[in-house]
Every structure is written in C-alpha cells, then in structure tokens.
T-cell receptor, first 113, second 114 residues
Framework: AQSVAQPEDQVNVAEGNPLTVKCTYSVSGNPYLFWYVQYPNRGLQFLLKYITGDNLVKGSYGFEAEFNKSQTSFHLKKPSALVSDSALYFCAVRHSLGGKLIFGQGTELSVKP | DGGITQSPKYLFRKEGQNVTLSCEQNLNHDAMYWYRQDPGQGLRLIYYSQIVNDFQKGDIAEGYSVSREKKESFPLTVTSAQKNPTAFYLC?????????????FGPGTRLTVL
C-alpha cells in the first residue's frame, strides 16, 4: 500500500533563512510525487512534482524539492524564507501505474520576521 | 484556484438536512474529485469521476452522494446519514486520467452543522 509521511507537524524558520519541509513515502514501485501549499480557508495550490528525470525539481515561488530514491524522500526546500511563505504544506504520492493520490497530514510552516 | 469554482464558500446546515455543494470547472478536464479535510488529518477522498455519467467511491463515501451529468460539473450531496459532516470540502480536477496528471483544486466550501 502507498503511504506518505510528513514527520513534522510544524516548522519554524526566521525570515531569510533556508527552509526544509520533510516528506518520506512508501510505494512498491516508481512514485510520482507532488507538493502543494494551502493558505488559510483556501484550496490547495500546486507547487511542483517529480515524475522522472532530474532528481532536483524546481517549482513555483522559488521552491524546489529533491527526490532521493534510496532514502524514499522528497523534501521541499527554499534558500531564503519569506514571511508570506507561512502556510500549510502537503506532500502527496501516487504510484506511476495509477491509483489514488495519497496525501500526507500536512506541515504548518511559520516564518517569523 | 483559477478555473475551478466552489459554492457556497460557507454553508450551515441543521442536523437531519441534506445539502449540496457545487463544483464547476471551465478547464475542460476529464476527471474530478471530492475531498474532505479535517484538522490534522490531511485530505481524504470521498468520490471521484473520470468521465461523464460515471463515478467511483473513495475512502469515505458513506453518507455522501455525487452525480456527473456534465463534464464541467460534479456536485456533492452531504446526506443526513453522514454522522459528522462538519469539515472543509475541496473539489479538484485533472486534465486526463494519467497518474502523472496534476490535480488542481477549487477554493473549498466550509460546512458547519448546527
């Protein structure tokens, strides 16, 4: 069965510092991996996805994520955090052969000035 | 959120009432989905539809019903059989049915049972 874990409920970062939001997955085969961001009382916005190819994926708003097959991880990163990055972040995984998109429980990112 | 609209944004329901949440998309997407979001539980799939006049149950379909009579519309009815319907409901769509397709989300409807 597929699963995804976001081990941190909350991440606190100072503005200007690098940020990392962690995600690990479990899929018996090749995964397709996604990151979304959600602002309060809004829908999810797509940030980036890994399908195949280069392990470093660049997405919207300066975010990037690195696919690490040996560690089954897909951590979201940004070199310099902004206060406006404060939001709820979701990692999601789907098997490359199909099936449902499975979401993690979310990580609340708080960026302080 | 562009291209997918959900209405109303906030909805209040008395116990025992059925309510219908609207989801419309103008993206010409084939597949549409309904999720329920509760604090600390991520998103859980209620129903999905890959083509007009066809839909499948997700993980938590009990107490919910859907229809897909038009490609652009996928309304969700929360029935009185749903024991704990207070939640944030999200509609999504994808261009096709491939596993690589990105799901795009609407702005959500917050349902509160009084």
């Amino acid at each position: 069965a597929q699963s995804v874990a976001q081990p941190e409920d909350q991440v606190n970062v100072a503005e200007g510092n690098p940020l990392t939001v962690k995600c690990t997955y479990s899929v018996s085969g090749n995964p397709y991996l996604f990151w979304y961001v959600q602002y309060p009382n809004r829908g999810l916005q797509f940030l980036l996805k890994y399908i195949t190819g280069d392990n470093l994926v660049k997405g919207s708003y300066g975010f990037e994520a690195e696919f690490n097959k040996s560690q089954t991880s897909f951590h979201l990163k940004k070199p310099s955090a902004l206060v406006s990055d404060s939001a709820l972040y979701f990692c999601a995984v789907r098997h490359s052969l199909g099936g449902k998109l499975i979401f993690g429980q979310g990580t609340e990112l708080s960026v302080k000035p | 959120d562009g291209g997918i609209t959900q209405s109303p944004k906030y909805l209040f329901r008395k116990e025992g009432q059925n309510v219908t949440l609207s989801c419309e998309q103008n993206l010409n997407h084939d597949a549409m989905y309904w999720y329920r979001q509760d604090p600390g539980q991520g998103l859980r799939l209620i129903y999905y539809s890959q083509i007009v006049n066809d839909f499948q149950k997700g993980d938590i379909a009990e107490g919910y019903s859907v229809s897909r009579e038009k490609k652009e519309s996928f309304p969700l009815t929360v029935t009185s059989a749903q024991k704990n319907p207070t939640a944030f409901y999200l509609c999504a769509s994808t261009p096709g049915q491939g596993p690589q397709d990105t799901q795009y989300f609407g702005p959500g409807t917050r349902l509160t049972v009084l």
